[in-house]
């Protein structure tokens, strides 16, 4: 262990935990096409044994390679200065204080010129496998098609409950199976019920205006997210917005704010009632941690 922390104390980028939750996003990321398809973007490494990583491995996933000596070395093609994501996992690391072959093989990275801190996978595959069998593979080499054609799963913005998506989504059948979905919230006005009759959906509509009174809205779409909140694991909730909830994110803050301070879905909106507030700036990712600061609030509240 000594050895361990010695080397990450030379490490220029250092090393950090990996939440599975943070490595399913990374791998799901996209605007209009696949983040994965940027060479720079995503770099993960499979320090298992080769007979391990050939009968399965995270979708995406090299196998780290070692010299003659056992020591590990960087993969052809692959330039650390420029990667924007480096992740590195074995069957079932859990801290980066352990002496595992994930640890080792991240410290090595990280001395190796890493741009960022090279992260490792809570848990290894063995967890990551469990919550997301569906990102597992055999398949070694992709070709642009193929990695163009990689399915676009939604955000997750709380582990196994809360998703962020859209009409794409909503409308995939396999993929609301894969993450075991029961509810939508569909804030897209434009868009009919996906399986009506087989999962629970609540409508809000938004208008395209920086005017649009949400907060009326909140407490009954907080009560949505409660009900279904019961078993998270079997109980998961895809949003699908348009474009126009961005707007969210301001005035959502602002009640969740009150939401917290007067531990009640009937006072916050009363005490944060008033001028409207221009997103501007808001982003999908600031939508998607709104969301998700606002389930966890409900579950703590329900605790």
């Not at 020591?71 to 590195?88: E, I, K, Q, T």
């Not at 799963?153 to 075991?180: I, Q, S, T, W």
């Not at 009937?266 to 600061?293: F, H, M």
Request: include cysteine; proline fraction near 6%.
């Amino acid at each position: 262990t000594a050895d361990v922390i010695a080397a990450m104390s030379l490490s220029p980028a250092g090393t950090a935990p990996c939440e599975p939750t943070e490595l399913y996003n990374i791998l799901t990321q996209c605007s209009q096409t696949p983040a994965v398809l940027d060479e720079t973007y995503l770099v993960l490494l499979d320090a298992r044994d080769r007979t391990e990583y050939d009968e399965s491995h995270i979708t995406l996933a090299r196998h780290a390679k070692k010299d003659e000596q056992g020591h590990y070395r960087v993969s052809f093609g692959v330039h650390l200065p420029s990667c924007l994501h480096c992740v590195v996992y074995d069957s079932n690391t859990v801290s980066v204080l352990e002496d595992t072959p994930a640890v080792r093989l991240a410290n090595y990275l990280a001395a190796s010129g890493s741009k960022n801190a090279v992260r490792i996978l809570k848990g290894g595959y063995e967890r990551f496998s469990g919550e997301y069998p569906f990102l597992r593979t055999q398949k070694i080499i992709y070709t642009p098609m193929e990695l163009e054609r990689l399915p676009l799963y939604p955000n997750e913005v709380v582990p196994l409950f809360l998703y962020l998506g859209d009409h794409r989504h909503a409308y995939n059948a396999a993929m609301n199976y894969d993450l075991r979905v029961h509810a939508h919230l569909n804030m897209a006005a434009e868009l009919s019920p996906a399986y009506p009759g087989k999962i629970a959906e609540m409508r809000t509509e938004v208008k395209d205006e920086s005017g649009t009174d949400l907060l009326a809205r909140f407490q009954e779409i907080f009560e949505f997210l409660g009900l279904f909140g019961q078993e998270p694991i079997h109980s998961s909730l895809l949003i699908y917005p348009g474009l126009p909830t961005q707007l969210c994110f301001p005035r959502g803050k602002a009640w969740l704010q009150g939401y917290r301070n007067s531990r009640s879905h009937t006072e916050a909106p009363k005490l944060l009632l008033g001028q409207p507030i221009n997103s501007g700036r808001a982003t999908v990712s600031d939508v998607a941690q709104l969301w998700g600061k606002i389930s966890q609030t409900i579950i703590e509240t329900k605790c």
